[in-house]
């Protein structure tokens, strides 16, 4: 009998259907990657069930691989080296033979190394790869790094695109030292492998300070001596192609790297501060997969209105929220549905961050004038049927966009508002007509991004507010997430043109007004989306407190209490 793809056990236990296996199967065949992955990535599956399907169907045990089931006297039979490069982890010795955590457990080359290196019989076990990280973190990663354990540091698959070396050989840097390389490769490499965002280098006192934004929340990574500090901000200097010999003014760069299989931009800042020069890098996984409207935690009603809204040949749809809210996460995946042969788009960004087949895109370049406004006269004369523009920042760009969502053109755009009734009312206010806007605007979404709780560890609790009792869950942290947390997922507010265009037309519009006729219309807020997933066990009351303060205080106030649940 032959064995069952991992695909068809997984559609058996009831973890996915068959249409989503078949859309990740779509999207493997262009990334490229494994199966199992693409469905993490689309959220269909988590990397558990994903271990769970391939245990049954080789025949391998799956273990839930905790911190203190490691035995600290086999972690010297392992390399550090070969722990990280195969993402491995021993766990304890039976006899003749070693238990060893693998994310692959069919790589024979792998198990061949192991078996070598430690004259033992190695048996493989599946476990979550984000638990081995976490594992090789605790017993191999030391927080305060010496040269020594940088210069061994296995960074051999990290491969540095070629304009960047050629920026190296160019400039001839004074601090090319292995020391700096190697501190360089690290910090990059442990920032993709831990899914950090960001990286920030910064300069505290006697010494240099590494954090990792993750979730979108900083957290401490390593110190290096102050001496290192300047160094490794040279080399991420030489690889950006900026300005050695500047060192007063912020400075913006790029360079791109191959990790894994990956393509990686990253987009490099620094800025002068007291003690010398800071840097922050962002991190861009160049993986346009992950652009999905049905992964991103949108209710069955806001994605109808967003795919009603994105099959219209004219107007606006705005995305409204804080930097780092994934509003352009959305406009992205709204552009990946309806991206076809037969639909040209044309998007101006600043910078262009990721980039999709069949899209046309531009960079503002406002050194020397090219800015939004600019790119916008020009493309409309490219007879483009979609047109994303980055964000409306004045009046000028927003009057262009407004004639263009006019004119037959879908207009996408991001808005710095914290609601979404709040962008019509800021419209006007950088001196857009009213009337305008009720004849444009498709849709307006607001959106914020709030952590997930790790299904491993969270813990039930009874939360009280005044009289009434609710269940709920709270953040406790093990070794598979990030301080009880693990990813994170939208919370939304929808609301189509429409519902407001009665109010816009009288031609004047207040926040509260259009507030209360879209409550009254029942479209949910962004509190009542994240109260939906605090239901669901989702989310915890803590991390609602943190992404929606004002509403925690509005809804909840200071009078409530936590108590075990029983």
Not at 232 to 261: C, H, Q, W
């Amino acid at each position: 009998m032959a064995k069952k793809h991992v695909g068809q056990i997984l559609i058996d236990n009831d973890v996915i259907t068959t249409e989503q296996l078949n859309k990740a199967l779509e999207k493997q065949k262009i990334s490229g990657d494994r199966l199992g992955r693409m469905l993490v990535k689309l959220g269909y599956a988590t990397e558990d069930e994903i271990n769970r399907a391939i245990s049954e169907q080789i025949n391998l045990p799956h273990i839930s691989l905790r911190i203190k089931d490691i035995d600290p006297k086999v972690i010297k039979i392992i390399p550090e080296q070969v722990a990280r490069k195969y993402e491995l982890m021993p766990v304890r010795r039976e006899g003749v033979n070693l238990i060893v955590a693998m994310d692959d457990p069919l790589n024979s080359i792998a198990i061949e190394l192991l078996n070598f290196t430690a004259g033992m019989r190695v048996i493989p076990v599946i476990a979550n790869r984000k638990q081995i990280r976490k594992a090789i973190e605790e017993f191999y990663t030391e927080k305060n790094i010496t040269s020594e354990s940088i210069l061994q540091y296995l960074d051999d698959e990290l491969v540095i695109s070629e304009e960047a070396l050629l920026s190296e050989q160019k400039l001839r840097y004074e601090s090319k030292t292995a020391l700096n390389v190697k501190s360089v490769n690290m910090l990059l490499i442990e920032g993709i492998r831990r899914g950090a965002s960001d990286i920030h280098i910064e300069l505290d006192g006697a010494v240099s300070r590494v954090r990792f934004r993750i979730d979108g929340v900083l957290f401490e990574a390593f110190e290096f001596p102050f001496n290192q500090h300047s160094g490794m901000v040279a080399r991420i200097k030489v690889l950006s192609n900026l300005d050695l010999t500047e060192r007063r003014l912020p400075l913006d760069g790029s360079f791109k790297i191959e990790y894994e299989g990956r393509h990686i931009d990253l987009r490099v800042s620094t800025i002068p501060m007291l003690e010398g020069e800071n840097a922050a890098i962002r991190i861009l996984v160049q993986d346009t997969s992950k652009f999905d409207l049905e992964s991103l935690g949108l209710s069955p009603k806001e994605l109808e209105l967003i795919n009603s809204a994105s099959n219209d040949t004219s107007g606006l749809i705005i995305s409204s929220g804080p930097t780092g809210s994934g509003k352009s996460t959305t406009l992205y995946s709204i552009l990946q549905e309806i991206n076809k042969v037969g639909v040209k788009i044309i998007t101006v960004e600043d910078p262009v961050e990721y980039r999709f087949p069949m899209i046309n895109q531009m960079s503002v370049k406002p050194s020397i004038g090219f800015d939004f406004a600019n790119c916008l006269r020009s493309i409309l004369r490219h007879d483009p049927d979609v047109i994303l523009v980055g964000e409306i920042r004045d009046r000028e760009t927003a009057e262009i966009c407004i004639r263009a969502g006019l004119t037959g053109h879908l207009v996408l755009s991001t808005l710095h508002t914290r609601t979404a009734v709040g962008c019509p009312i800021r419209l006007i206010d950088i001196g857009i007509e009213p009337y305008l806007l009720a004849d444009t605007i498709e849709l307006i979404i607001s959106q914020r991004l709030i952590r997930r709780l790790c299904k491993e560890c969270k813990k039930a609790i009874r939360i009280k507010i005044g009289k009434r009792r609710q269940k709920a869950y709270k953040a406790v942290g093990c070794n598979l997430c990030s301080g009880g947390y693990s990813g994170r997922i939208g919370i939304f507010e929808v609301i189509p043109g429409d519902i407001i265009r009665a109010e816009l037309m009288k031609g004047g519009a207040y926040s509260d007004k259009l507030d209360n006729i879209v409550r009254e219309a029942g479209y949910s807020s962004l509190w009542d989306s994240g109260l939906k997933l605090l239901e669901k066990g989702e989310t915890s009351l803590e991390e609602l407190r943190r992404v929606l303060p004002m509403q925690f205080t509005k809804n909840i106030g200071t009078n409530f209490k936590i108590t075990n649940w029983s």
